[in-house]
């Protein structure tokens, strides 16, 4: 079975910073995009930034400039660095991989790990 398994969220004051990790249990093969979406009381779960094989990126309008997502392969871990945070980033985060192919997309997720941002 897989296992997602994510740490570093908490409580931080706005303009702080914050480091989440995303570590697979073990290695899948064909996943090829690993990415951190996020998703507020309310909301809708929301992409905040992805990361293909290649190491592409993508990022959420709303945190381009201030997050970084990058990638250990030899950890099987990908992480998401956080700074300038804001009040309305609180949410809960939750890690995503991905088999993408031309025709399916396979998700896999983790337990989610709650980011608040106190103003």
């Known amino acids: 079975q897989v296992q997602l398994v994510e740490s570093g969220g908490g409580l931080v004051q706005a303009g702080g910073s914050l480091r989440l990790s995303c570590t697979i249990s073990?290695?899948?093969?064909?996943?090829?995009?690993r990415g951190w979406y996020r998703q507020a009381p309310g909301k809708q779960r929301e992409l905040v930034a992805a990361?293909?094989?290649?190491?592409?990126?993508n990022y959420g309008a709303s945190v381009k400039g201030r997050f970084t997502i990058s990638r250990d392969n030899a950890k099987n871990t990908v992480y998401l660095q956080m700074n300038s945070l804001k009040p309305e980033d609180t949410a809960v985060y939750y890690c995503n991989a991905a088999k993408v192919l031309p025709a399916q997309r396979i998700d896999y997720w983790g337990q989610g790990t709650q980011v608040t941002v106190s103003s």
């Open positions: 073990r290695n899948i093969f064909s996943i090829n995009v």
């Open positions: 990361i293909t094989s290649g190491g592409s990126t």
